[in-house]
């Protein structure tokens, strides 16, 4: 039977035992993205069916369940959900996702697409050379960035330099008045868990500095197989090319084994939109909110 809770570090070693075994493409697969959001969104995590499924809900008072992860019996996953919410709804779910729900329950869902909750994939190849005339503008942008800062250097994040990154992450908040507007608040609830918790749960992480000072970082981890997963990237908006030269740095030198990345949704804001679009996404990985119609 369900029995959902807040996730502990503790728990991410079973959540990524389960995730190994199936083939996820969404960023909700991922322990870290659970972990470092579940207090702004009240997440909650569920073993299903003895521990070969797991599921999260939000909102208790209106739950929303993420689609089974795991492999076996997906309808006896989907029956344990039933007995503790006779009318649940879904979330970010995915197009395979979808085909299934419909052939296991048919009319008893409506679909709506969530335009705002789709990741933006992109081949690690076209990311690591920004090649062809298309993203000639972000070339552009690397040279003028090495012009004005000849001295910059990468490195990666490790015991020694994270105080740092966290700093220049606080600097970042400060200037883009996060307190102030609700989605940078949450984001920057979620960032400083993932500073906090950083190495309990293996995340690498990459800062570009120049004249001595950390001015962009991004950190990820691994989301499949094939895919690296970007959960976070700052940079100040006011160097031009910082932003450009940390998507490149750190997927020169830590994204060599996989063949994708994915860099998360835009939430419907339109200027991430517009700059993950500049990008020439090789997809966007759709996803639906499924609601209990009976």
Known sequence: MAEFRRAEIKDKSWV??????????????NFTTLFIWQDMYNIKISKLCGGNFYTTMTDKKKPAFMFPCGSGDIKAAF????????????????????????????????????????DYVYETEKLRTLSGRKLSSKRNHINRFVQNNPDWTY???????????????????????????????????????????????????????????VVAYSMGDRLSRDTFLIHIEKAFSDIQGAYTIINREFVLHNCDNYLYVNREDDAGDEGLRKAKTSYQPYKLVTKYTAKYKG
């Open 79 to 118: 029956e344990e959900i039933f007995d503790y919410c006779k009318t649940p709804d879904f979330y970010s779910v995915t197009e395979n996702e979808r085909q299934v729900m419909e052939e296991l329950y048919p009319g008893v869902f409506e679909f709506t697409e969530d335009r705002d909750a789709e």
């Open 155 to 213: 490195e990666e994040i490790t015991k020694a330099n994270i105080d740092e990154a966290y700093e220049m992450n606080e600097k970042w908040c400060a200037k883009m008045v996060c307190e102030a507007n609700e989605g940078l608040r949450k984001e920057s609830c979620a960032v400083r868990t993932a500073f906090k918790n950083y190495f309990d749960l293996k995340l690498t992480g990459g800062l570009i500095r120049a004249g001595g000072e």
């Open 16 to 29: 990524e035992e389960i995730l190994s075994r199936d083939s996820c493409e969404s960023l909700e697969n």
